[in-house]
């Protein structure tokens, strides 16, 4: 029996190529039972000319199937599904086992609680989406990027890609970590001060569990990085917030009794507020005097600035107290989840020891690719090009801001992707963002941002790195209109 060409769908969620699609269309109706062993496929001409391809990518997508066993060939017969083709595993379908633990008593520690900031799943099927941390397509370089992925899968990168390198990492990533991202903020270091990681927050973490303990106490900005707060929760140690303001953490409010500082001065998360040359120069002599430690988290420091940045605490620190934050994850493509943490030797041996312990250390391939992509240059163009369409949506965001009456925060941001902004007194705004949601816009309420018991509900984010230019004006007059509609309302 000979399979109907209507039953072949090329379905516009898969990804990848033509003839990727149609092999995994293939094959996923073999596995299921929809295509039937000995049953004959449709001629590449008739198939082709179905889907709206060439002959010859349905020709290659055959020939793959053929290699791997789904497809078997019959001279100037045409092609048919493999008498010994892979199956799906028989299964007896089975009721639902009832669940006899006491989970509330058996789970020893939690890490599900706290206030996340809720980003939804389809977040790209809205309109107008003023979040966080999310890429647009249209500015990353896939056509390069998937050049030095390709590269990084050749004979010569073999053992990059294939060994378990125990707690090394890529020495081509290092090297560039070390001779070029790392000076363009001051900073000089040795390999054995570097590590990798998966992302700024896996480094956050790592430094926590080192450096913290029950008895010590970690030191936060109010508002805050949401993830480090759950971090620092984990770690049990003593969390003392201290307030922000427009210049970002005061020194003088640092408490004491302070271990280990935690702070975001080049762009303040969330308030996007730079810490200026004297305030940091004070903060690193108020922990020297505490004989404390300082993590700074530089997560994006080259994204967008209007101006030169300021030094980094670590290129100003004299005694070896600072320990730096960067990530690749902001500035490339947030999925990557690539970071480093540079510090002084013993404390990057221990971080990467506890590293090893849990994950070994991140994919070879990625380290690899990621490597070639930055040693090529192919990531310095991609920052100009992000940069200066981050400015120029900036322009707009905050021209729209002033516009419809709404409220930054401070000042205006210099740099970064995101503007903090503060709704009247009787808004709402995870109210406000759930609201939103059915126009089609997406806001980041504040709330999850503030360690206190009483977080502020009259805060919230915008973000523009995944929102069109012309898209922002018309998304701001929305908020505007809801927050009209709240007082309204009340």
Same mark, same amino acid.
């Given at each position: 029996?000979?399979? /109907? ?96 633990? +006491? ?16 980003? *939804? ?15 647009? /397509?249209?500015?990353?370089? =896939? ?15 073999? $053992? ?6 125990? +707690? ?53 900005? $109010? ?14 140690? =003593? ?11 005061? /020194? ?19 308030? $996007? ?31 967008? $600035? ?144 503030? *360690?206190?018991?009483? /977080? ?35």
């Amino acid at each position: 029996m000979a399979i /109907p060409v209507e039953s072949f769908i090329l379905h516009p969620q898969q990804s990848g190529t033509l003839q990727a699609r149609l092999q995994q269309t293939i094959a996923q109706g073999i596995l299921s039972g929809q295509f039937r062993k000995g049953e004959k496929l449709p001629s590449t001409r008739k198939l082709a000319a179905h889907l709206g391809i060439s002959r010859i990518t349905v020709t290659l997508a055959y020939t793959e199937l053929l290699a791997s066993d789904y497809l078997m060939s019959k001279d100037r017969s045409g092609y048919y599904v493999s008498d010994t083709a892979p199956e799906t595993p028989p299964f007896e379908a089975k009721t639902q086992i009832p669940d006899r633990v +006491d989970w509330g008593r058996a789970i020893g520690q939690r890490f599900a609680e706290g206030d996340p900031i809720n980003k *939804p799943q389809d977040w790209a099927r809205y309109k107008y989406r003023f979040i966080y941390g999310q890429s647009d /397509p249209t500015l990353f370089d =896939h056509a390069n990027w998937r050049l030095c992925a390709i590269r990084a899968l050749g004979a010569k990168d073999f $053992n990059a890609l294939t060994s378990d390198h125990f +707690d090394r990492d890529d020495p081509m990533l290092l090297e560039f970590i070390a001779r070029h991202t790392l000076p363009r903020r001051g900073i000089f270091a040795q390999e054995d001060q570097i590590l990798v990681t998966l992302g700024a927050q896996n480094a956050l973490w790592l430094a926590s569990q080192v450096l913290l303990t029950q008895r010590r106490t970690a030191v936060i900005e $109010n508002p805050c990085y949401p993830a480090l707060l759950e971090i620092l929760n984990q770690s049990r140690c =003593h969390i003392h917030p201290v307030d922000v303001d427009a210049r970002g953490m005061v /020194p003088d409010e640092v408490p004491d009794n302070a271990s280990v500082i935690f702070t975001t001065p080049s762009h303040q998360c969330p308030t $996007n507020h730079t810490m200026p040359l004297d305030r940091r120069k004070a903060l690193l002599d108020r922990a020297a005097n505490l004989d404390a430690l300082i993590v700074e988290d530089d997560y994006e420091f080259e994204i967008a $600035n209007t101006t030169t940045p300021s030094p980094a605490l670590k290129s100003l620190d004299a005694d070896g107290r600072v320990i730096y934050v960067g990530s690749f994850s902001k500035s490339l493509f947030p999925g990557l989840r690539l970071g480093y943490l540079v510090g002084s030797a013993p404390f990057i041996r221990e971080a990467r020891a506890l590293r090893a312990s849990v994950l070994r250390h991140p994919p070879g391939h990625i380290q690899r690719t990621a490597a070639y992509f930055l040693s090529l240059g192919y990531y310095d163009s991609q920052i100009k090009r992000t940069a200066h369409t981050y400015r120029a949506r900036r322009e707009t965001l905050i021209n729209a801001i002033e516009k419809y009456n709404l409220t930054i925060d401070g000042p205006a941001p210099s740099g970064g992707s995101s503007v903090w902004m503060k709704a009247p007194d009787h808004v709402d705004t995870v109210d406000l963002a759930q609201r939103l949601q059915n126009r089609s816009v997406l806001i980041e309420p504040g709330t999850a941002f503030f *360690p206190s018991l009483a /977080p502020s509900a009259t805060h919230y984010r915008l973000a523009y790195s995944s929102i069109g230019q012309e898209h922002i004006e018309t998304g701001i007059s929305l908020i505007a209109d809801e927050i009209a509609r709240t007082g309204l309302v009340s």
